[in-house]
């Protein structure tokens, strides 16, 4: 019956969007009023955001791990060797309509593919080595890149109010 429980814990824990020890995969963030327009609100130290409007009414995150660049100089040291911790940092939730998605990794980067409702508000931001691409959205869309130059940003199809 303990067994149980605890799998059962560990099982919910996943839907509800606690991710760590996996270098790719997906979640399914249901909102709590699907008939309602809900917002989004990502923030990840590096990587890249590409955002989706579609017909459905939950969110869909793809995430996968930013490949390691090695330097040549780091690679030709004999005896030198950098050992990379194997677990993304990200957590996703979702409150009164609103889902955010975080990861504070600074070291571990990884690029997030995002499905959402069409009628959703978006606040997204990336800090390194990443790209925010938006596509298919009605409504508020907030972008922010830091420390990227050039800047990418991308906007396709955004109906309402846009601000970069």
Not at 23 to 45: A, Q
Not at 96 to 123: A, R
Not at 135 to 149: A, K, S, T, W
Request: charged residues 30%.
């Amino acid at each position: 019956m303990k067994n149980t429980l605890v799998i059962l814990i560990i099982a919910c824990m996943i839907p509800l969007g606690w991710v760590q020890a996996q270098d790719s995969g997906e979640l399914v963030i249901p909102f709590s009023s699907p008939s309602e327009m809900g917002s989004l609100k990502v923030d990840i130290k590096r990587g890249s955001i590409t955002v989706r409007g579609t017909d459905r009414r939950d969110v869909l995150v793809k995430y996968e791990a930013l490949e390691e660049n090695h330097s040549k100089k780091a690679k030709e040291k004999e005896g030198l060797r950098r050992i990379a911790s194997a677990s993304l940092d990200l957590e996703a939730k979702e409150s009164n309509n609103l889902i955010n998605i975080d990861s504070d990794s600074w070291n571990k980067g990884l690029n997030l593919t995002i499905e959402v409702p069409k009628k959703i508000n978006l606040d997204l931001d990336t800090y390194n080595a990443g790209v925010i691409d938006v596509d298919n959205i009605e409504g508020e869309v907030i972008l922010e890149n830091y420390n990227r130059v050039p800047l990418k940003i991308r906007t396709f199809n955004i109906t309402r109010k846009s601000v970069l």
